[in-house]
């Protein structure tokens, strides 16, 4: 079950983090997968653990938030495999109410996690609609609840959201599945670094709080977002469209 052989994954994002492990579990499920990221160690070390194990991946540096950067990308991948698969999982985080977001890192979030994903789908969805495809978002559930200091984020996980459900709405009919997923905290280097950034000395502090948010008690690891990711890409998944998937360990219907 889950085979996503003779598939060509494009996965942004996929030198760190989930997208790190999305990269291997789709290799190691048979994809080819194709990584896009600005990370070119992260990226190339990912690329030689899938080659390794006896997968098939490459990767490109690519800024999610060009357009034409986008499109070349994916021209040049489309000259070689047409992509199956598409995970949107490029993406950045900031802190901070309406107040204290500054015009720039608005516009620095919108441009990243919502246009990022638009950049990708208009430049895959054309190709796609040929043999029919997947598409999956990484949304948030800071886009299904209120959070604090999170304005900016939000917002653009809300957008992410609504593309979501727009996407499935209108290529439903050429056999092109959208969904997304929610996850709630999920432990990676990035949020190890981003506790370090925003609350120096607090670290050990900050990181318990953050993973006793989650009613489950700890926060998620990137594998088991991999492992819903596997299985909303893959053919055993193929009645389902147009929904999202929280992964958050009872946040958003159990918190108090």
């Known amino acids: 079950m889950y085979s996503l052989k003779n598939k060509t994954a494009v996965i942004t994002g996929g030198g760190s983090g989930i997208g790190k492990s999305i990269s291997l579990l789709f290799a190691e499920q048979g994809a080819h997968v194709y990584i896009l990221d600005l990370d070119e160690n992260g990226s190339a070390a990912v690329v030689e653990q899938i080659r390794k194990k006896g997968g098939s991946a490459d990767y490109f540096i690519c800024s999610v938030n060009q357009e034409e950067e986008v499109k070349k990308t994916i021209d040049t991948i489309v000259r070689k495999r047409i992509p199956n698969i598409l995970v949107n999982n490029a993406g950045i985080a900031h ?3 309406v107040e204290t977001t500054d015009p720039a890192d608005f516009e620095k979030l919108f441009s990243v996690n919502v246009k990022g994903v638009y950049h990708l789908c208009k430049s895959c969805i054309p190709h796609m609609k040929q043999q029919g495809g997947v598409v999956l978002n990484m949304a948030s559930i800071a886009g299904l609840v209120g959070l604090s200091d999170r304005f900016a984020y ?19 009919r050429y056999n092109i599945r959208c969904n997304s997923i929610s996850p709630a905290r999920v432990h990676t280097p990035f949020v190890d670094g981003f506790i370090a950034k925003n609350y120096p000395g607090m670290e050990d502090v900050m990181f318990k709080k953050l993973s006793e948010s989650q009613p489950i008690g700890r926060m998620a690891k990137p594998e088991e977002v991999a492992s819903l990711a596997l299985y909303l890409c893959s053919d055993e998944a193929s009645f389902i469209t147009g929904n999202d998937y929280p992964i958050d360990g009872g946040f958003v219907k159990l918190s108090d």
């Open 154 to 172: 939000s917002m653009t996980k809300g957008a992410v959201l609504a593309m979501t459900l727009s996407v499935a709405k209108d290529y439903i």
């Open 95 to 97: 802190v901070g109410n």
